[in-house]
């Protein structure tokens, strides 16, 4: 399971979980933004969905 906690100061948040919950959403998340030329109209949408995985 995937969970997050705020940081100390509130500045940011950390994320927790095992390697096969991270490859879950690292899959997941490739199949809803699709091919590269698929959603042309939302490509900005789609590359900072992508930063997430990266």
């Known amino acids: 399971m995937i969970f997050v906690k705020n940081t ?5 948040v950390a994320v927790y979980g095992d390697h096969r ?6 899959e997941a998340l490739h199949d809803i ?8 109209n939302h490509e900005v ?3 900072r969905v992508l930063a997430v995985c990266y």
């Open 45 to 47: 949408v789609r590359i």
């Open 33 to 40: 933004v699709g091919n590269e030329d698929e959603f042309v």
């Open 8 to 12: 100390p100061n509130n500045t940011g």
């Open 21 to 26: 919950d991270f490859e879950g959403l690292y």
